[in-house]
């Protein structure tokens, strides 16, 4: 499903969420829904070097495996997106709503592409061999 994964989502215990994508780029949001745009963006295209926003300290952000069992933050790999969305698991808000972000973002792409077909397919002249 997607295309490019080298990425890093942490959600944070405070309702933020930090993207951490390809080794270049990273930023914190309080907007789980730019979050979500922002890595579907990145998952299809992989690439960051034109983006605006990147924060230094959001790409050295390493949580500790302390601050993961303590409940500090929550990591998902971008590999492992698209299996988490099938768990729909997700009791802090801000996970809930990146996922929820994610999979609408999904669904949208998938009626646009669906769209596109049917015009193509409706707008275009049937060929027949005789």
């Given at each position: 499903m997607f295309k490019h994964t080298?990425?890093?989502?942490?959600?944070?215990?405070g309702g933020g969420t930090t993207l951490q994508l390809g080794q270049r780029w990273a930023h914190w949001y309080a907007d789980t829904n730019q979050a979500a745009q922002d890595f579907l963006d990145f998952a299809e295209h992989g690439d960051t070097s034109e983006w605006e926003g990147h924060e230094p300290e959001s790409l050295s952000f390493d949580p500790s495996l302390e601050e993961v069992r303590n409940g500090g933050c929550r990591i998902l790999y971008g590999y492992d997106v698209e299996a988490a969305l099938d768990t729909q698991e997700f009791s802090w808000?801000?996970?809930?709503?990146?996922?929820?972000?994610?999979?609408?973002g999904i669904n949208q792409k998938r009626a646009v592409n669906k769209k596109e077909w049917e015009k193509e397919t409706i707008t275009s002249k049937p060929s027949y061999d005789r």
């Open positions: 080298a990425a890093v989502i942490i959600f944070d215990n808000v801000n996970e809930h709503d990146f996922m929820e972000a994610v999979c609408a």
